[in-house]
């Protein structure tokens, strides 16, 4: 089993990063996806997931409305679409697929976890 997320870098506030999280079909298959994210000296926290069939999806409130996320489980893969970025999203962003189809803020609910991906925002 194997997650592998990509798409971080350096950008500046108010700028646009899209993050991409490919895995196998078997990690995919039938699983809710979520992205979490941990900046230096924090807890992980939760940032948004999405359903298997991609009809719900759930935010913290600190992205809601700066931040989408979508998947393709023809490609296996679910993204992060990061707008209006802040340096307060400075973080390492992970991927993990939960242990069921619905969507959950609950770390405890996934199973399966990718690296990260490193996200620096300069002011």
């Known amino acids: 089993v194997q997650l592998q997320a990509s798409g971080g870098g350096l950008v500046q506030a108010g700028g646009s990063l899209r993050l991409s999280c490919t895995g196998s079909?078997?990690?995919?298959?039938?699983?809710?996806m979520g992205w979490f994210r941990q900046a230096p000296g924090k807890e992980r926290e939760f940032v948004a997931a999405?359903?298997?069939?991609?009809?719900?999806?759930i935010y913290a409130d600190s992205v809601k409305g700066r931040f989408t996320v979508s998947r393709d489980n023809a490609k296996n893969t679910v993204y992060l679409q990061m707008n209006t970025l802040e340096p307060e999203d400075t973080a390492v962003y992970s991927c993990?697929?939960?242990?069921?189809?619905?969507?959950?803020?609950?770390?405890?609910?996934?199973?399966?976890w990718g690296q990260g991906t490193l996200v620096t925002v300069s002011s």
């Open positions: 993990a697929a939960a242990r069921g189809s619905v969507s959950s803020r609950d770390v405890r609910d996934y199973r399966y």
């Open positions: 079909r078997r990690t995919f298959s039938n699983n809710a």
């Open positions: 999405i359903s298997w069939r991609g009809d719900t999806t």
